[in-house]
DNA sequence: TCTTTACATTCCAGTAACTGGAGACTTTAT
DNA sequence: ATAAAGTCTCCAGTTACTGGAATGTAAAGA
């Protein structure tokens, strides 16, 4: 199939299903005739497992790793595992993050009038 | 003083100070004679309100704005407060989808053994 | 004074993961 | 035959810096 069909099928633009292929993630065949891109159902399978994998935080080369256990049949579940609980960790690590920078925020608006006049805790506290 | 003093006091890095430069963000004087910048009290005092509100989260545009509005004697509290309430709801968000991504994999996690094994729900939930 | 060292300048490239657009070619529909 | 839709490659832009090269200036030591 072209490229839009399998853009279509496994919910990715048509843009990113050629940087895909650009950074050789996901390489489908060529129609010699035309030079289109031409896909199989494998190829839509590997796409759709990437936009998964994106959509769970995993990076590009996250998503190769993944990539190329998901093809691996003597792969073990160790492995994959294993990387699954470093982005756990590390979206830990953003959600402490944004949990602190949302209070101190809430914080500082709930100490602001919010009103007419030039007086503003907000400012005040970045100015510090 | 020169621009690695200014650096220095407003906690960024010499590159960091060049860039707000360069954007037009925070522009210092220059020595005539070297072509050095040349930092004042009240440059730094921008430096470090922009690093506090980068740390924040807000954005170069949004520093911008908060910048101006720091530096207007006139302006209303109601203009910051909104600014702020923004970047919570954006923060909130992001909290969000953190939050249901991390409970996906920890379930993906937890129902993988991690042995040697091939066997591996967290591919098999991918390759859906 | 000379030299070394530290600090400064500009400019270019790279980062992550795409997205948008131009110009050209192929396929499909009318 | 022509027009529209789809595809191709290549280049630029996004965010907020960071690293490095080549070059110039200032301060400190011999």
Known sequence: MNISQAAKLSGLSVKTVRYYADIKMVEPA???????????????????????ARRFNFSIEECRELLSLYQDKNRSSKEVKKLTLAKIASIDEKLKEFHSLRDE???????????????????????K
Chains 1, 2 share one sequence.
Do not use: M, W
């Open 30 to 52: 060529r129609n010699i005739q035309s030079g289109y891109r031409s896909y199989t159902n494998d190829d839509v399978a590997k796409l759709n497992f990437i936009g998964k």
């Open 105 to 127: 925020l809430s914080h500082l608006v709930n100490c602001c009038n919010g009103d007419d006049r030039p007086s503003c805790p907000i400012l005040d506290e970045l100015s």
